[in-house]
T-cell receptor, first 112, second 114 residues
Framework: KQEVTQIPAALSVPEGENLVLNCSFTDSAIYNLQWFRQDPGKGLTSLLLIQSSQREQTSGRLNASLDKSSGRSTLYIAASQPGDSATYLCAVPNNAGNMLTFGGGTRLMVKP | SAVISQKPSRDICQRGTSLTIQCQVD?????MFWYRQQPGQSLTLIATANQGSEATYESGFVIDKFPISRPNLTFSTLTVSNMSPEDSSIYLC???????????FGQGTRLTVV
């Protein structure tokens, strides 16, 4: 059974810092890995999807990397802003490539 | 991606009652799922909503408690039946398009049972 873990559970940084969020998974036979953002009490916004054949994906100030062999992914946020404050979740699909297993999330607070 | 609309966005309900949550997508999708997010927790899959047939439930979730309908390729409902305070959660629908494994989510329904 796939298990997904995110470290740290919470992070508080001053504005402008570069930061790294970590995601690990136990079964390396994945189709892809997806990073989401969730604002309090809201739904999920897809940030980045990395296919199993890819090593990284970039979108603006966000960069996600994937190392299947070690069962790890990182989300790098450059020049953090207060608007980045949210919970960040990583998830991997099951063998059929549809239903997701989520990590516990990293709650990020960026202070002005 | 497409627009995924969930209704209601939030509700406060009395224990023992039922609430039906709607998920409407503005284009046809292959897969629709319902997730629950309990306070302070991550997301757990409730079931896969199958078009024209009974939903496929995950361990710990049963049809009597969480009946699901999916009459067509753009719409699904989740009912939370005979609610108790333990059902207070955010309920989210999720979809996949075509053969893609990328998941998209509705804005969620925040349910509080008193």
């Amino acid at each position: 059974k796939q298990e997904v873990t995110q470290i740290p559970a919470a992070l508080s940084v001053p504005e402008g810092e570069n930061l790294v969020l970590n995601c690990s998974f136990t079964d390396s036979a994945i189709y892809n890995l997806q990073w989401f953002r969730q604002d309090p009490g809201k739904g999920l916004t897809s940030l980045l999807l990395i296919q199993s054949s890819q090593r990284e994906q970039t979108s603006g100030r966000l960069n996600a990397s994937l190392d299947k062999s070690s069962g790890r992914s990182t989300l790098y946020i450059a020049a953090s802003q207060p608007g980045d404050s949210a919970t960040y979740l990583c998830a991997v699909p099951n063998n059929a490539g549809n239903m997701l297993t989520f990590g516990g999330g990293t709650r990020l607070m960026v202070k002005p | 991606s497409a627009v995924i609309s969930q209704k209601p966005s939030r509700d406060i309900c009395q224990r023992g009652t039922s609430l039906t949550i709607q998920c409407q997508v503005d284009s046809q999708v292959t897969m629709m799922f319902w997730y629950r997010q309990q306070p302070g927790q991550s997301l757990t899959l409730i079931a896969t909503a199958n078009q024209g047939s009974e939903a496929t439930y995950e361990s710990g979730f049963v049809i009597d408690k969480f009946p699901i309908s999916r009459p067509n390729l753009t719409f699904s409902t989740l009912t939370v039946s005979n609610m108790s305070p333990e059902d207070s959660s955010i309920y989210l629908c999720s979809v996949n398009f075509g053969g893609s494994t990328e998941a998209f989510f509705g804005q969620g329904t925040r349910l509080t049972v008193v």
